[in-house]
Antibody, heavy 121, light 110 residues
Framework: QLHLQESGPGLVKPSETLSLTCSVS??????????WGWVRQPPGKGLEWIGN???????NYSPPLKSRVTISVDTSKNQFSLKLTSVTAEDTGVYYC?????????????WGQGIMVTVSS | QSVLTQPPSVSAASGQKVTISCSGS????????VSWYQHIPGTAPKFLIY???KRPSGVPGRFSGSKSGTSATLDISGLQTGDEADYYC???????????FGGGTKLTVL
């Protein structure tokens, strides 16, 4: 059974960079059929897709966040990461790492437990 | 911002059936498959339905999905207290090149 686990700081200062890592166990990140990405949920709000990456480095980002987001895959560690620059309070929320199946749907088969990130000075 | 429209809440008695709707447009639901998720706050969302009506392994048959035109529905029959959760629909919007979700529907089992 695939398991995803997020890690990273729970508090980030405004204007700084949010950095999270997702460790994958129970399966290889070197999968041709899957994408590795992030979904977030601001407090009291719904789910928001951030973006994803194939293990080959091919990425796809949500247009509103594209200028600030980088998702990268480290096949040697079976991990992938999220970097979100110039954060504001609007970036506060629970961040989930996900495995996505296919690029033309919303099929997120596996989710991490989520990590709460607060943007505050 | 949620582009897909869901009712904020629904409720039904234990053992009964409930329907959750998800409304979109021709560029999203009308053009792509819909997925559904069950989210109990504090836990990881669970993949319930994909390709409009298919269930991943392990999802009970009490959960069923359908789609017609630019709207999708999730039916849950034989309601149990453990079904209390937030339910989200999602799809791909080809015109915006973005995954979009509904705002979520809170299910209360009476």
């Amino acid at each position: 059974q695939l398991h995803l686990q997020e890690s990273g700081p729970g508090l980030v200062k405004p204007s700084e960079t949010l950095s999270l890592t997702c460790s994958v166990s129970g399966g290889s990140i070197r999968s041709n059929d899957h994408l590795w990405g992030w979904v977030r949920q601001p407090p009291g709000k719904g789910l928001e897709w951030i973006g994803n990456s194939h293990f080959t480095g091919r990425t796809n980002y949500s247009p509103p966040l594209k200028s600030r987001v980088t998702i990268s895959v480290d096949t040697s560690k079976n991990q992938f990461s999220l970097k979100l620059t110039s954060v504001t309070a609007e970036d506060t929320g629970v961040y989930y790492c996900v495995r996505r199946w296919g690029e033309n749907g919303a099929d997120f088969e596996y989710w991490g437990q989520g990590i709460m990130v607060t943007v505050s000075s | 911002q949620s582009v897909l429209t869901q009712p904020p809440s629904v409720s039904a008695a234990s053992g009964q059936k409930v329907t959750i709707s998800c409304s979109g447009s021709s560029s999203d639901i009308g053009d792509n498959f819909v997925s559904w998720y069950q989210h109990i706050p504090g836990t990881a969302p669970k993949f319930l339905i994909y390709e409009d009506h298919k269930r991943p392994s392990g999802v009970p048959g009490r959960f069923s999905g359908s789609k017609s035109g630019t709207s999708a529905t999730l039916d849950i029959s034989g309601l149990q207290t453990g079904d209390e959760a937030d339910y989200y629909c999602g799809t791909w919007d080809r015109s915006l090149s973005i995954v979009i979700f509904g705002g979520g529907t809170k299910l209360t089992v009476l």
